[in-house]
């Protein structure tokens, strides 16, 4: 009797399996041949494809941010949707993070120079509309005069606008009026009455101190010694940083701590504040954790949602799509195979999932609306960490990143029997 109820249930199971293939009824298969169809689709398109895609998606997702706040506009119309436990004062801090971390994620691409393309016509037009934003982002009289000085959650955020006059000074600080660099001065100087959390926040009371030196104004030192010695001491090894005293199987050592510590080292490097060994250690340290991050896209251009903040999306790209904009990929990735692969993420992210409401702006969630999945710091402004995973629009359209042949990335390679790189731990 016992062999006989194993052998039926055992027998539903592979009838179950079998049905769940192709079930005319909930067209499965049909399902399944579409996916193909976009897969295959996907294979075949070309750079300057691709770069079309990248340019239109990062400009549709910032364009309501950075619109709004040159209309001073933006208090009045971006959502203020938060998580089911969200505990911060929301009116005093998601205007601050919507646009520090929107500003972070397009310097590079408006450090681009000028010309007629349909990319060139937007990103004049997000430039010009960020460089008038600004000045009201600063003005005590605007009505989108953004919060430097109350909570502690503005200490993260004018750090991604440092990140971002960092990566872009030509473009975003050099421009300003004398008047609005002051103020925008004063608002940083104004962040040291908090003090930063004790982990990655460290790097933010850092950078910011690093933009203040590296502008010619005198810092903090304290700020920067401490950033600058906890990070180090908080390695775990092969690429991988702790943060704070205990390790967080998460997607941080890519939307903070990789490419915050490198551009945070590079200011001190140009002011003789590190050793040049200092620096390549932590820049080898980034490369080899954007390994991870090029294997751990899915042959369809999933990736796996584990940690904290999903709801940052493309965010979790950050250090490979740094790496690549450096120029820095480890010699076995070549710069196209990492722009297919990225490439597939937001095709699968952004074609497949809804993430925008019906004005333009994010919502809450990782593929679609899902504000359940919301951490309790997680607001609508917080969500534009995404436009960190566009970096290498930076680079111009005839870089190889762009114009190589699209390539499979690593998963694609290992699971269709193709010859793919064997993975091994580093000891720097």
């Known amino acids: 009797m016992k062999n006989t109820s194993i052998k039926r249930i055992s027998g539903l199971i592979t009838l179950i399996v079998l049905l769940s293939v192709c079930l005319p009824i909930t067209n499965v298969c049909a399902q399944k041949s579409k996916n193909k169809s976009k897969e295959k689709q996907s294979i075949t398109t070309t750079g300057k494809q691709d770069r079309e895609y990248w340019s239109e998606l990062l400009y549709k997702m910032s364009y309501p941010v950075i619109h709004n706040l040159a209309e001073e506009t933006l208090k009045k119309n971006m959502p203020l949707e938060t998580g089911p436990d969200y505990y911060l004062q929301v009116k005093k801090v998601t205007y601050l993070e919507a646009v520090g971390r929107t500003m972070a994620g397009i310097a590079p691409w408006l450090a681009l120079p000028d010309d007629n393309t349909k990319e060139g016509v937007m990103r004049k037009t997000l430039r010009d509309d960020l460089l008038k934003g600004l000045t009201h982002a600063v003005d005590p009289n605007s009505a989108d005069y953004l919060n430097f000085r109350s909570e502690h959650q503005p200490i993260v955020d004018a750090a991604y606008m440092a990140q971002a006059f960092l990566r872009a000074p030509k473009a975003l600080w050099e421009p300003l009026d004398a008047v609005t660099k002051k103020r925008i001065v004063e608002e940083f100087k104004a962040l040291r009455n908090r003090s930063a959390a004790y982990n990655n926040w460290l790097l933010f009371a850092g950078i910011n101190e690093a933009f203040l030196l590296s502008i010619g104004e005198e810092p903090d030192p304290a700020r920067i010694d401490f950033a600058k010695k906890k990070i180090i001491e908080w390695y775990e090894g092969d690429g991988w940083y702790s943060d704070g005293p205990n390790f967080s199987m998460d997607y941080y050592n890519s939307y903070v701590i990789h490419p915050m510590l490198i551009d945070f080292y590079k200011v001190l490097l140009d002011k003789n504040k590190i050793k040049k060994e200092e620096y390549d250690t932590a820049l080898k340290r980034m490369v080899r954790y954007t390994e991870f991050l090029e294997r751990i896209i899915g042959p369809d251009g999933s990736y796996p949602p584990f940690g904290r903040s999903i709801t940052y999306r493309t965010g979790a790209f950050q250090a490979l799509a740094q ?83 699209t390539t499979d990335w690593t998963s694609k390679k290992a699971w269709s029997s193709q010859p793919f790189k064997k993975d091994y731990k580093v000891e720097y």
Not at 344 to 355: I, K, L
Request: glycine share 10%; net charge negative; proline share 8%.
């Open 323 to 405: 790496t690549a904009l450096m120029e820095k990929l480890p010699e076995h990735v070549p710069p196209a195979q990492v722009r297919s692969g990225l490439t597939a993420v937001m095709h699968r992210m952004y074609d497949q999932c809804n993430n925008f409401d019906e004005k333009g702006w994010l919502v809450l969630g990782f593929c679609g609306h899902q504000p359940m999945i919301a951490d309790q710091y997680t607001s609508t402004g917080s969500l534009y960490m995404a436009t960190l995973g566009f970096l290498p629009l930076g680079l111009p359209a005839d870089n190889v990143f762009w114009t190589g042949p």
